[in-house]
């Protein structure tokens, strides 16, 4: 039931000591280290998770290689692998309230977002490619008389996973749930702070049927764990979610270690773009600022920049800030919470010396800017609206991870289209508008990957994301999300 009374008795219960999850079992650090992980909601200690090192991920990495090679997991019928991934999803779902509330216990999410976000999403995640599994076949290619030719699609082999804290389940399964419906194996690490659930799906893996070995998790330091699975050598194709300095050292590690294939979703600094055209001004003044609030802005296509046409600018910031100061930021386990806490000390840290830098360069904050609940030891922050952004300013061009929106204002499409290109990345925009020409004209002409038209965010599986720019390469979710794990192999035949 997904009450207040069943959060706060899920909340209420410990969270014993964590180890690694490798080749089916609980395993301690090979040198016994651990590390502990703090709770956003009150800065406190939650518990201690296993700080992997070089020998841990070997380890790993040799029980996913060994999986691989024996074929336990791989040379089963596609139809087979689905009805063990389709057991993961129930088993997911069966335990979403409890694995919703461990999450936000551990990353800070407010609980109503976490709930469809992450087990919600998890779920359909493994779903959604067990089905397509089965169904996907390869090629006979259009050859001249004499020749057969046939392209299949084989698993690579081992996949390595890093993935970030804001959304674990839900990039966790996005990298996952294909890696491992193609039949390959799997070696996942979580961010540090935000990797128990991800460690209690390896479990319900296991509960699920998959064999052991076919899915490890190694918690650790990303610097250390995350680094010795991207160097590797058993490694053949690394899924990475994050920031742009770690996507890359993992290019550089590949390039020094096999030449593994890196794929990368980075960051964004993605334009929203109000056309004074809109069909519904108040619907995008609404959707803006949850586009961008939601976790706390903690969210990889947040719409971070708000681009509003001169005629409209002052009536719709004003109703994006109003909208803002209504939303309600609190403790992220409470139902009623719209907006819960930044996941880290840090983070809260840097959204407040980003507001400070955009005051410093001329910008107006028009409403939030400050650190909230001090009292309660969490990482609490107001939503904040900045105007007057230029395009030279900081906030403009650097992803700030944090409730902070910058605006602009603009004269014309192409001076709207100018803006939106001006940054180094290009994951995600929105574009608002009456007309069907423009909203075209956009969508052909904002370099991102993912353009929302009069909405914001929502995007469900069946489309692609991934970034264009410095927003990364590759795609998750749709069945492109294959390619990722695949290798394609031709099959040249004499047929004499
Ligand atoms: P964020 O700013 O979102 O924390 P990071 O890129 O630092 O982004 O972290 C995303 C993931 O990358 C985490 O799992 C983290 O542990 C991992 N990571 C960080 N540094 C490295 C590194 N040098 N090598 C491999 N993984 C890393």
């Known amino acids: 039931m997904t009450d207040q009374p069943s959060i706060d008795a899920l909340a209420a219960l410990p969270v014993s000591p964590q180890g690694h999850f490798i080749d089916g079992r609980r395993v301690p650090s090979r040198d016994g280290a651990e590390m502990e992980t703090l709770s956003p909601r009150d800065g406190r200690a939650l518990t201690t998770l296993a700080a992997g090192g070089a020998a841990d991920v070997a380890a790993a990495c040799a029980a996913a290689r060994k ?72 090629e006979v290619a259009p050859t001249a008389e004499g020749a057969l030719g046939l392209v299949t699609r084989e698993p690579v082999g081992v996949v390595g996973a890093i993935v970030p804290w804001n959304f674990p389940l839900m990039i966790g399964a996005w990298k996952l ?6 039949g390959n194996s799997v070696v996942l690490k979580p961010a540090e702070t935000a990797s128990l659930t991800l460690l209690r799906i390896a479990e319900l893996a296991a509960e699920a049927g998959l064999p052991d070995g076919v899915l490890n998790v190694v918690t650790g330091q990303g610097a250390v764990a995350g680094e010795a699975l991207a160097l590797s050598p058993e490694v053949d194709a690394l899924l990475f979610t994050g920031s742009g300095a770690t996507g890359r050292r993992l290019l ?37 600022a949850t586009g961008i609030f939601r976790n706390a802005g903690q ?38 919470s719209e907006i819960g806490a930044l996941h880290s000390e840090a983070q809260l840290r ?13 910008a107006e904050i028009v409403t939030g ?67 069907l020409s423009r909203a075209h004209r956009m969508v052909r002409a904002v370099r991102a990957g993912l353009v929302h038209v009069n909405t914001y965010g929502g995007s469900d599986l069946t489309v692609p ?15 492109h999300a294959f390619d990722k794990v695949q290798n394609l192999k031709s099959a040249w035949i004499d047929l004499g």
């Open 67 to 138: 999986a691989f090679e024996d074929r336990r997991w791989a040379g089963r019928a596609p139809a087979e692998r689905k009805r063990v991934l389709l057991r993961l999803a129930e088993l997911i779902e069966r335990e979403a309230l409890s694995l919703a509330v461990l999450g936000v216990r551990e990353n800070g999410t407010e609980i109503s977002m976490a709930l469809k976000a992450e087990p919600g999403s998890a779920a359909g995640s493994f779903r959604y490619y067990a089905e397509a599994v089965d169904k996907i076949a390869g």
């Open 177 to 182: 749930a294909p890696a491992l419906a193609a």
């Open 350 to 362: 840097r959204a407040l010396g980003f507001v400070e830098g955009a005051r410093a360069e001329g």
């Open 299 to 336: 969210v990889c296509i947040a719409g971070s920049r708000l681009l509003v046409e001169d005629a409209s600018h002052d009536e719709f910031v004003a109703a994006v800030a109003r909208h803002a100061a209504a939303m309600l930021v609190g403790d992220p386990l409470s139902l009623a």
């Open 465 to 479: 994301l991934g970034g264009h720019g410095q927003s990364g390469n590759g795609h998750d979710k749709s069945l």
């Open 369 to 435: 800017g400050a650190r909230l609940m001090e009292e309660t030891g969490g990482w609490f922050m107001a939503p904040t609206v900045a105007t007057g952004v230029a395009p030279g300013h900081r906030l403009f061009r650097e992803e700030v991870f944090g409730p902070v929106l910058a605006v602009t204002r603009f004269r014309t499409e192409a001076e709207a289209v100018a803006l939106a290109n001006g940054t180094e990345y290009g994951l995600a925009a929105g574009v608002w508008t009456g007309s």
């Open 252 to 288: 550089e590690y590949a390039a020094r270690s096999n030449l593994k294939r890196v794929y990368l979703e980075l960051g964004g600094k993605s334009p929203n773009i109000i056309f004074a055209d809109a069909p519904d001004l108040d619907k995008a003044a609404k959707v803006a």
